[in-house]
């Protein structure tokens, strides 16, 4: 029998294949099935700034994956060139993402994947080892999606369903005084102590870390609000950082006044703060001095 030239290489083609079974192939040369994600957001206890289920339309998730052989248990290895800080796309009308560039499962079934994702997207965490940056400047409600881990080609059939988790505290604060003080009251600004609007997301433990600093944030400002007896909301779920005994600075009437607040700022929860303004109380006391001795007279009178 006659073998032709392109039997050969078909064979060979198909030894090299035998032979390496148990390696994974460079990802770049032979593409595995595709990985296809879909997004829910955990049900809260409490209100949040998004409050459906899912992302709204459209919206941006950076996607990370680090792959490992199955006998290393979870440990996160090599991380994937298709999945560093990929930009997905929430598609209209689903819960299904449109990657802009397709992820693949490893040809080898002993390589096993960990997804990780975030929201809002950002450019700047492709270069960042996975730490994402954030500006809470921006007002953009950051999510960290529940670790998916362990998959493989073996699951590529099934949606990798993230669930996405509110990190940062969504604060509402009002304000009113109390009828004992006559004077007008202009509320001007509100700010933090010590508190940085720089933080940055750990994308693979969901942990945001807040920047170092000793300067105010001023997170309402350019206020001219006159409080009176009657409350008033002067900031509605304004995003910040979680911390555990926030210190306000209430710019009032050209004067800064500290509130050293007992309740913490805590991630995923829409917490309100309510502020009244009081007089301090005039105590009076009163005491009658002692009579003093004022000694005797020792006089005679004659007549």
């Known amino acids: 029998m006659i073998v032709s030239k392109k039997q050969i290489l078909n064979l060979l083609f198909l030894a090299m294949l035998g032979c390496s079974a148990g390696t994974d192939l460079p990802e770049e040369n032979i593409l595995g099935d595709p990985i296809h994600f879909s997004t829910r957001i955990q049900t809260l206890t409490t209100k ?12 941006q998730i950076g996607v990370f994956s680090w792959g490992h052989h199955k006998s290393d248990g979870s ?19 689903s819960n299904e993402l449109i990657a802009s560039v397709d992820g693949h499962y490893p040809i080898n079934p002993d390589t096993l994947l960990n997804f990780y994702a975030y929201y809002p997207y950002t450019q700047s965490g492709t270069n960042t080892s996975g730490s994402i940056p954030f500006d809470l400047n921006k007002q953009e409600d950051i999510m960290w999606a529940t670790p998916v881990l362990n998959r493989s080609k073996a699951t590529s059939a099934e949606t990798v369903n993230l669930a996405f988790n509110h990190l940062l505290s969504a604060i509402t604060v009002k304000f009113e005084k109390a009828d004992d003080i006559k004077e007008t009251m202009i509320l001007q600004s509100l700010s933090l102590a ?3 609007p720089v933080i940055q997301l750990d994308i693979q433990t969901g942990k945001l870390t807040q920047a170092a600093t000793e300067s105010n944030y001023t997170f309402a400002k350019s206020l001219n609000i006159e409080i009176g007896p009657t409350q008033k909301t002067i900031t509605t779920d304004c995003l910040l950082y ?15 006044y ?14 309100t703060y309510e502020f009244t303004l009081q007089a301090k109380d005039i105590h009076l006391s009163g005491s009658i001095n002692p009579w003093e001795e004022g000694g005797s ?6 007549f």
């Open 242 to 256: 979680p911390v555990a005994k926030p210190v306000f600075i209430v710019r009032i009437s050209d004067k800064d």
């Open 48 to 59: 949040a700034i998004i409050t459906d289920a899912t992302l709204p339309d459209n919206s």
């Open 75 to 93: 440990v996160n290895t090599t991380l994937r060139k298709d999945l560093t800080n990929t930009l997905y796309t929430q598609q209209a009308g």
């Open 297 to 302: 007279s020792n006089e005679t009178v004659y």
């Open 194 to 196: 010590g508190y940085s």
């Open 258 to 271: 500290r509130i050293e607040s007992t309740k913490a700022f805590e991630a995923g929860k829409k917490q």
